[in-house]
């Protein structure tokens, strides 16, 4: 029998630890674009956007207590670009560029008291000189102390634009690179003085006064954690940085210095970046492996790392990247998140309700945040978990993990239990020294997976499950399998806000454009008539459904009118934090089949640079998956040079090169660019360039890319236009979704690759005893099954009981690309069968074609 025995005891309670043990509960961090279409949905659907923004800062119990934004340098940081709040020395800062700090004054509305920090993903380029050798081994050596002023001002005239703008001041800043691996201990103390000293250079009713007390977190390492030996062994360091972070990680170093750091010096200690579940509940029940709503990776694993991370190296708070995924789908780490929201024109959103209410087994029952909020503490003694791994679950599920949280007057407490095991484990629980509260009932509450096939996957989600009367100072609470468990004396089944109930978007999504008489599907100007005055200023000329992956792309005034035009030249160009490509940008609806884009683009012929070859413009069209941030992520792109030379090129190969001549790269173009089915054509000012049939495993769908070189290239207009008698994608279902029925034997799989549909695959192997196949049902005129075929199969189609085909051969292709296509059924309604006859099939997902 799994059996755990601990005490709750009062006693034990540490009240001087102040913040290094207050229960923080979750944090959102904004970056890497990951807010991005955020700022489409304000505009479009302020419901849906205020929904978003209640849901995780809202009501008596919020989930997220501090909100973080990484400043952007104009370069892809892993999943997108965030602007420069200064692109130069003597630019103003400008806080209306991105989202994270207008996101900060929003979610400030719904809770004044949110905590917020910052801090840089790497340098733009007016800064990247100086700071070139922050990339070092040795950067604290190697970066020269002329070069701390302007970084300094940097942070500091963006603090003064989030308060004048927002009204606002940050809490934290973390001074270094995010995720280094040479903390620079030098410049950090160095910052913490100028900014505990600094008096001069501020607006009138600044309050200078509380900017000096701004506290100082550091070093944001990602799995290295020798920052903790040297504020351990570096009393000057401990008294500048008030609070410590690194990420992906739960354990402490060799000699626990982030446990003595919080323990003996009273540091904050803060799980400063740390995943989103991956693959949302509703998907996992349905996996092979039984897990329910476990598993790698899953709301149960996530909430097991605010367990352990405390238990072992102390950390108070666990910030989610991202918490909201308002990116579109395909880039680097997509697919993990609480919210998915990257359908702005419709307004739609979907919640992992699972994983989300897996964090409100913490937040909904103890008041989270810090000392002078009230805010309830850890009870360190009666804590532990001894589950394996150090990130993601890998051995020993079965063990004992629990966190007990205390109320500072020892009115109430809660204890969460997190079992990811095929085995039930019981704790016995003897309570001592709580006074009145020792005899008070607990209420246990349980998330757990579906009883019963065909239940709904959330009907066992934050139930109710029992009250318990302690007995002489004892309780025994059960923990089912692959189930999290809080035990509270706080009565709240009368709460509406604790009771679960499923979260939904107020709006159905539908494609972009799919409603168009004309067959426009997406067209901008960029002039946005109709829209409010304040339109552009408020999201500093972010130009609406567009997501940058490198380069910066806003709206900017000519003596013509409003154009699109890329802002960042060669020598603007950033200090990477990693890699980046090529400015590109990404826009419309992955939902689009067979297309025509349209774009009047002028050429930069007047910023001279040393590369002859970069200043061209590029279409791409039919993109899915972009994980590296670059316009050759989609699978066809057309490219255009100043010297009239011209690229059609297929997943990153050119496959075919011709020759504009005379081309005037003073004039406005208009450059075309299309698909329908494999049939492709480029035009110039109405010159055919490329007329193209690829017969080698083509792309169908798929989103529209924009690219140039770092020039000032400018768009004035672009219109994606339906082909006529095409076929949308009306609907997608990822392969473990409830429309789809299996039979016979799958292998369900979930927490895979960010190139699979919510990281999910099915597959199976031919059988002639028992064919394996699956069914669904679609209200249209055809359908495309998605998934990446590695091994030949076979598949035999049936539609209403007719057989359409008996051994189709799937396509070979790559990840998010159909492999099966099936369009020309009578509109209406069909039961579709597919049977694997023959081989390996892999499904990832389902496009219903209208």
Known sequence: MNQTNFVIDGAQLDLNAKDANTFKGFGYLSCNNSSRLLLDYKWEHRDSYDQILQILFGGKHPLMRVLKVEMGDDANTSSGTEPATMRSAEETANVYRGAGFQLIADAKKIQPNLKTAILRWGEPGW????????????????????????????????????????GYLINYIDPDRNETKHPMVKWIKWFADRLANDQSGFPNDFPVSDYQHIKIIAADQNYERDFGDLMIADQDLRERVEALGFHYNTDDGAKEPFTKLADEYHHEVWYSEGIAPMTMGKYRVRASNGDGIGGRQSGLDVANRLIKSYVKSRRSLYIFQPAVSAYYTGVNYSHKELINANRPWSGYYEVDNVGLQCMKHFTDFA?????????????????????????NLDHNRQAPSYMTLIAPDKSNYSVIFDNDSPEARTYQIKLANLQD??????????????KQAGDAYDSQIKQLRETITPSHGQLEVVVEPHAIVTATT?????????????????????????????????????SYDGYPDNYLSSRDNTPRFTVDQGGAFEVSQTANGNV????????????????????NLTVGDDHWTDYQVAVSMKFD???????????????????????????????????????????????????????????DTSATHQVMFAAEGNHLTA??????????????????????????????????????????????????????????TYTGNWNHVCGLGNTKWNRTLSTAQADQSDTPGFEFEVDGTGFSLIGAQDVPSHLKLVVDGHVLDWNRAPQVGTDRTENTVVHGLPAGKHHVLIQVVGGTYTLDAIDFLK
């Open 367 to 391: 008041k989270a945040g810090w000392e002078d909020e009230g805010a309830w503490r850890y009870l360190t003694s009666a804590c532990d978990s001894q589950v394996g791994g150090t990130e």
């Open 564 to 583: 699109m035009q890329q802002m960042i030249t060669e020598k603007q160009r950033a200090l990477d934090w990693e890699y980046s490509f090529a400015p």
């Open 437 to 450: 509260t020792q005899d008070k009932p607990v209420f246990v509450w349980q998330s757990t997976g579906p």
């Open 490 to 526: 706080l009565d709240l089944a009368g709460d509406r806000e604790v009771v679960y109930h499923r979260l939904e978007s107020p709006h159905s999504d539908h494609t972009l454009g799919i409603k168009s008489e004309d067959g426009v599907l997406y067209q901008d100007d960029f």
């Open 683 to 740: 035009t110039i000012d109405g010159q055919q360039v490329f007329d193209y049939t690829d017969t080698d495993n083509p792309s169908y769908s798929g989103r529209v890319k924009l690219g140039s070189g770092y020039y000032h290239t400018q768009i004035n207009r672009v219109t994606v236009i339906k082909i006529k008698q095409s076929h949308l994608i009306e609907r997608r279902v990822d392969d473990l979704d409830p429309a789809i």
């Open 127 to 166: 800064l990247r000189k100086d700071w070139f050798n922050a990339k070092s081994a040795d950067p604290d050596s190697n970066v020269p102390e002329t070069a701390y002023e302007p970084m300094y001002q940097w942070y500091k005239q963006t603090i003064i634009s989030a308060y004048e703008a927002y």
């Open 605 to 663: 012929d007047q910023t001279a640079q040393n590369s002859p070859t970069g200043n061209y413009f590029g279409i791409g069209l039919r993109e899915m998956t972009d994980v590296k941030g670059r316009l050759e992520s989609a699978p066809y792109v057309f490219k255009v040079f100043t010297d009239g030379a011209c690229e059609l090129i297929k997943n990153d190969q050119i496959i075919a090169l011709e020759h504009v001549d005379g081309l």
